[in-house]
């Protein structure tokens, strides 16, 4: 069952100059930062709230490391802006199967490593009216030593 919103996922050309934008205007602050060089991001997790199924919501800053990545194509395409939607789940492998079972092409065979030691797939942005969707399972404790 999808339980929250877990993040929004924000590609920047600029990562410290676009955390400082969210830091000084909204006083977000910095939850964790990490390289994911499977994705080819740089990324910076800004929690908002914490959430009713003990879960947390936050903004996902991206910055490609590689032009030739997701999030790197997309910027050259679409430039700066909200890049996909993750929705937060106990079971991203079961809530996963149950979604291609309606027929969502589901990008990935076995969920991989997301921030702070998640576990995360996506749905196609083709068969989601337009919005990439991530699915994510945070680890028992996200950001304890990741
Ligand atoms: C592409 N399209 C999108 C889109 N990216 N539509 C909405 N939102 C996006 N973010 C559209 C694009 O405009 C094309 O439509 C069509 O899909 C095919 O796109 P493409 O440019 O040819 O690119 P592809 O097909 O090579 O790759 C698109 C997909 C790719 C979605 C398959 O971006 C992908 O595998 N994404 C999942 C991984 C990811 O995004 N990682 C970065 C975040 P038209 O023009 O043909 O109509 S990493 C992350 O979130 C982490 C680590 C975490 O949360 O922990
Ligand atoms: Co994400």
């Not at 679409?78 to 291609?100: L, S």
């Not at 797939?121 to 304890?144: I, Q, R, S, W, Y």
Request: charged letters at 25%.
């Amino acid at each position: 069952m999808l339980t929250r919103i877990d993040h929004i996922g924000i590609a920047c050309r600029d990562l410290d100059e676009t955390v400082a934008f969210y830091t000084t205007t909204y006083g977000f602050e910095v939850f964790h930062t990490e390289i994911n060089e499977e994705q080819g991001v740089r990324e910076a997790m800004l929690k908002i709230n914490e959430t009713s199924d003990g879960g947390a919501s936050y903004l996902q800053l991206l910055e490609p490391i590689r032009e030739d990545s997701a999030v790197g194509k997309w910027l050259a395409k679409n430039g700066e802006g909200v890049h996909h939607i993750a929705f937060g789940t106990a079971d991203v492998d079961g809530d996963a199967a149950a979604i291609a079972g309606k027929g969502v092409r589901v990008l990935y065979d076995e969920p991989r490593r997301g921030s702070m030691g998640s576990r995360i797939t996506f749905l196609h942005p083709k068969d989601c009216h337009g919005v990439l969707t991530e699915l994510v399972t945070a680890a028992e404790n996200p950001g304890a030593e990741h």
